[in-house]
């Protein structure tokens, strides 16, 4: 699976983006889909995830609330609903493509990584 992730850019505070991950492969529907960010000089980590059907998901406790996963089965695509952006959003986020349980998915559960978009948000 090969993950190509878009949408990234920059914003202030307060203001929404929207990030999209597009898989290549027939076997999208075979994976739950997560949202990692890693920010300059701080470890990877988890965002959100999202089950294969699309009707379980999970979030990290600083985005609940602001954030909303969602997938398209039909179009390989998972996408990440960012409102409210913080200073602290600032990071390269990260699509994900996992076979074990979306709702305890980690970096080293990961099978596919996508290559990372830049979001910047400035006061």
């Known amino acids: 699976v090969q993950l190509q992730a878009s949408g990234g850019g920059l914003a202030q505070a307060g203001d929404s983006l929207k990030l999209s991950c597009t898989a290549s492969?027939?076997?999208?529907?075979?994976?739950?889909m997560a949202w990692f960010r890693q920010a300059p000089g701080k470890e990877r980590e988890y965002v959100a995830s999202i089950n294969q059907s699309g009707g379980s998901k999970y979030y990290a406790h600083p985005v609940k609330g602001r954030f909303t996963i969602s997938r398209d089965n039909a179009k390989s695509t998972v996408y990440l609903q960012m409102n409210d952006l913080k200073v602290e959003d600032t990071a390269v986020y990260y699509c994900?493509?996992?076979?074990?349980?979306?709702?305890?998915?980690?970096?080293?559960?990961?099978?596919?990584w996508g290559q990372g978009t830049q979001v910047t948000v400035s006061s």
């Open positions: 994900a493509a996992t076979s074990s349980d979306p709702q305890w998915v980690m970096t080293r559960t990961v099978d596919y």
């Open positions: 492969g027939p076997t999208f529907t075979s994976y739950a």
